[in-house]
């Protein structure tokens, strides 16, 4: 207590109020403390009794014939022989004066004490809860709550918010820059403090009539750090009295802690992100390699033995130049082992050359397979053949043909197709197109989009499930909507499925199944192609992916069957917890022949 005295400097505040009350003398005692001022003759003021020290004050006050005694929180303020002219109310209004400057000492010492704590908590929300609880130990309100700016939006959303109805603006519930009392703070930086916002002209009742709390009173104070308004703090209706202005100095003081405190916050949160993002990539890094040793290890395999079996016919057969071509694969075969067996090293964490990447890879392979093409006999060129059309068709796009392409006809057949070619399969797919209209696209560009996002959906939804197909105008632009209610995708896997090669299943429970089929393995290439076509043709691609919430890992696994799932009871079990929606997004046309 005493250092709250030593803040406030006790001493000369009671040499202000014997001077201005008119008092011979004046004393205060608190515990052990003791001050006491006696006014000279002179009109000097001369300290009778310094704290600590040996004159008892008992004694001092048997000699006095009058005195005014009012008791405080803190101790006793006495009043010795005031003069008729002072009346008593004057008295306790100057005793109540001295103990709110007491408290507010009190109060700057917590918030001083508290600020190591504040500063040093790097998680945002702790750390605001640690500023409320501050707030309502300090100013003893019924809400306290912390709204941060948004600066892409200019928008205050509340980050935390505590008391009455704080439930209603925990729900994403936001307010516009400059709106209401708190947005007028953040907006100009300058704090308000009343105590009937009924009466102020920036009062917005709305939020009070959605929430059904009643607003009386308010402190606003801004949240900044180096002149840049980062949000704001507010405490609601005192429980007691009304706000005052130490009250609302004291929130000021609290809210200059807080700024550099939810910056550093922030900077913390993004470099975890980052961290974060990193460890994804990496992931994905050894998720490609993984892939792309397993994509390799079969037909290399089938390769190596065809290649052996030549080798043993020919030598019984003459024929010109046929030697050579099979050393000549033998070889380029030998580097594909090679480079097959850098991948394992790689996997198995052995040094390897970082020049020699997947690129190196790529190009080896395609050089083996062209050199394989140009001189294998008919029985194998044929398989050639297939292996070169399926990697020309995955990126290669024939002669640039743009049409005008009626959306309804086009993803009408683009769905019989997809179910002609996935017998077995027990899926609902239901389409929502609306008629008349167009885009202009390369038939054969659309046809692999959305063929491939169908594909995709299809593949990631359990039998018994269904697919949305929709397509339909939104703000100017033809929004084409491929939505299943399958396991989704991880937030992890989330950030990497437009990178190719990318698989969103671990390597141990990857297996190359036939496509369309649930959780069929693919080499990722089809979104990547997507994404690809995309940014090539002038349209958009987005999405939206929750995951299963019953298998919310990679490694958990789905049965296949909406029924053969523990979890689910209903369709609309399944149907409710998990899902993507591909949205595509072209400049909107309509077809003149519908109108």
């Given at each position: 207590?005493e250092?709250?005295?030593?803040?406030?400097?006790?001493?000369?505040?009671?040499?202000?109020l014997?001077?201005?009350?008119?008092?011979?003398a004046?004393?205060f005692?608190?515990?052990?403390?003791?001050?006491?001022?006696?006014?000279?003759?002179?009109?000097?003021?001369?300290?009778?009794?310094a704290?600590?020290?040996?004159?008892?004050?008992?004694?001092?006050?048997?000699h006095?014939?009058?005195?005014?005694?009012?008791?405080?929180?803190?101790?006793?303020l006495i009043?010795?022989?005031?003069?008729?002219?002072?009346?008593?109310?004057?008295?306790?209004?100057l005793?109540?004066?001295?103990?709110?400057?007491?408290?507010?000492?009190?109060?700057?010492?917590?918030?001083?004490?508290?600020?190591?704590a504040?500063?040093?908590?790097?998680?945002l929300?702790?750390?605001?809860?640690?500023?409320?609880?501050?707030?309502?130990?300090?100013?003893?309100?019924?809400?306290?709550?912390?709204?941060?700016?948004?600066?892409?939006?200019e928008?205050?959303?509340?980050?935390?918010?505590?008391?009455?109805?704080?439930?209603?603006?925990?729900?994403?519930?936001?307010?516009?820059?400059?709106?209401?009392?708190?947005?007028?703070?953040?907006?100009?930086g300058?704090?308000?403090l009343?105590?009937?916002?009924?009466?102020?002209?920036?009062?917005?009742?709305?939020?009070?009539?959605?929430?059904g709390?009643?607003?009386?009173?308010?402190?606003?104070?801004?949240i900044?750090?180096?002149?840049?308004v980062?949000?704001?703090?507010?405490?609601?209706?005192?429980?007691?009295?009304?706000?005052?202005?130490?009250?609302?100095?004291?929130?000021?003081?609290?809210?200059?802690?807080?700024?550099?405190?939810?910056?550093?916050?922030?900077?913390?949160?993004?470099?975890?992100?980052?961290y974060?993002?990193?460890?994804?990539?990496?992931?994905?890094?050894?998720?490609v390699?993984?892939?792309?040793?397993?994509?390799?290890?079969?037909?290399?395999?089938?390769?190596?033995?065809?290649l052996?079996?030549?080798?043993?016919?020919?030598?019984?057969i003459?024929?010109?130049?046929?030697?050579?071509?099979?050393?000549?694969?033998?070889?380029?075969?030998?580097?594909?082992?090679?480079?097959?067996?850098?991948?394992?090293?790689?996997?198995?964490?052995k040094?390897?050359?970082?020049?020699?990447?997947v690129?190196?890879?790529?190009e080896?392979?395609?050089?083996?397979?062209?050199?394989?093409?140009?001189?294998?006999?008919?029985?194998?060129?044929?398989?050639l053949?297939?292996?070169?059309?399926?990697?020309d068709?995955?990126?290669?796009v024939?002669?640039?043909?743009?049409?005008?392409?009626?959306?309804?006809?086009?993803?009408?057949?683009?769905?019989?197709?997809a179910i002609?070619i996935?017998?077995?399969?027990?899926?609902?797919?239901?389409s929502?197109?609306?008629?008349?209209?167009?885009?202009?696209?390369?038939?054969?560009?659309?046809?692999k989009?959305?063929?491939?996002?169908?594909?995709?959906?299809?593949?990631?939804?359990?039998?018994?499930?269904?697919?949305?197909?929709t397509?339909?105008?939104?703000?100017?632009?033809?929004?084409i909507?491929?939505?299943?209610?399958?396991?989704?995708?991880?937030p992890?896997?989330?950030?990497?499925?437009?990178?190719?090669?990318?698989?969103?299943?671990?390597?141990?429970l990857?297996?190359?199944?036939?496509p369309?089929?649930?959780n069929?393995?693919?080499?990722?290439?089809?979104?990547?192609?997507v994404?690809?076509?995309?940014?090539?043709?002038?349209?958009?691609?987005?999405?939206?992916?929750?995951?299963?919430?019953?298998?919310?890992?990679?490694?958990?696994?789905?049965?296949?069957?909406?029924?053969?799932?523990?979890?689910?009871k209903?369709k609309?079990?399944?149907?409710?917890?998990?899902?993507?929606?591909?949205?595509?997004?072209?400049?909107?046309?309509t077809?003149?022949?519908?109108?």
């Amino acid at each position: 207590m005493e250092k709250h005295f030593l803040l406030i400097r006790i001493g000369q505040k009671l040499r202000s109020l014997l001077s201005f009350s008119g008092c011979s003398a004046i004393a205060f005692e608190s515990g052990e403390l003791i001050y006491a001022y006696h006014k000279e003759p002179q009109n000097g003021i001369k300290e009778l009794v310094a704290s600590g020290g040996e004159i008892n004050l008992a004694t001092y006050l048997e000699h006095c014939t009058n005195t005014m005694t009012f008791s405080l929180p803190s101790g006793k303020l006495i009043f010795i022989e005031p003069p008729p002219s002072i009346d008593d109310g004057t008295l306790e209004f100057l005793a109540e004066e001295l103990e709110g400057d007491i408290k507010f000492a009190s109060i700057i010492d917590t918030v001083f004490q508290a600020s190591v704590a504040i500063s040093s908590n790097l998680n945002l929300n702790p750390l605001l809860h640690k500023v409320m609880s501050l707030s309502e130990a300090i100013l003893n309100p019924e809400v306290t709550a912390v709204m941060l700016l948004n600066p892409e939006t200019e928008d205050l959303y509340w980050e935390v918010s505590r008391g009455d109805k704080s439930e209603f603006f925990q729900s994403n519930i936001t307010l516009p820059l400059g709106e209401g009392i708190a947005g007028h703070v953040a907006q100009t930086g300058e704090s308000a403090l009343l105590n009937d916002v009924r009466k102020d002209p920036r009062w917005n009742p709305s939020y009070d009539e959605k929430s059904g709390f009643c607003t009386r009173s308010m402190i606003c104070v801004p949240i900044k750090f180096q002149g840049k308004v980062l949000g704001v703090i507010e405490v609601i209706n005192k429980k007691q009295g009304q706000f005052t202005s130490r009250g609302l100095r004291a929130l000021e003081i609290l809210a200059a802690q807080t700024g550099g405190a939810v910056a550093n916050a922030r900077i913390h949160e993004e470099l975890e992100n980052a961290y974060e993002e990193l460890k994804v990539l990496d992931k994905a890094k050894e998720r490609v390699i993984n892939h792309l040793s397993h994509e390799l290890r079969t037909p290399l395999a089938i390769i190596s033995g065809v290649l052996s079996r030549v080798s043993k016919k020919i030598q019984n057969i003459d024929i010109p130049g046929l030697e050579k071509t099979v050393n000549m694969g033998q070889r380029n075969l030998n580097r594909l082992m090679e480079l097959q067996e850098k991948i394992d090293d790689i996997l198995n964490e052995k040094s390897v050359e970082e020049s020699e990447g997947v690129i190196s890879i790529i190009e080896d392979a395609v050089s083996f397979v062209q050199e394989l093409r140009e001189s294998a006999d008919k029985k194998y060129e044929q398989i050639l053949r297939l292996i070169s059309k399926r990697l020309d068709s995955l990126y290669h796009v024939e002669e640039i043909r743009m049409e005008e392409i009626r959306v309804d006809g086009f993803l009408t057949d683009v769905c019989q197709e997809a179910i002609s070619i996935m017998p077995g399969r027990n899926l609902e797919i239901v389409s929502k197109i609306e008629k008349g209209l167009t885009v202009s696209m390369d038939q054969n560009v659309l046809n692999k989009v959305c063929s491939g996002l169908l594909k995709n959906a299809i593949e990631k939804t359990p039998d018994g499930g269904k697919i949305e197909l929709t397509a339909n105008t939104v703000n100017g632009e033809i929004c084409i909507d491929f939505r299943d209610y399958g396991i989704g995708i991880t937030p992890q896997n989330q950030k990497m499925i437009f990178g190719g090669f990318f698989h969103t299943r671990e390597t141990d429970l990857y297996a190359s199944k036939t496509p369309y089929e649930f959780n069929a393995g693919g080499t990722g290439s089809d979104l990547l192609r997507v994404k690809v076509f995309s940014e090539r043709y002038g349209f958009s691609v987005d999405y939206k992916s929750s995951r299963c919430k019953f298998i919310p890992k990679d490694t958990d696994i789905c049965p296949g069957k909406i029924f053969d799932c523990r979890f689910i009871k209903e369709k609309a079990d399944c149907y409710a917890s998990g899902g993507s929606v591909f949205t595509l997004k072209f400049p909107a046309k309509t077809d003149p022949k519908s109108k």
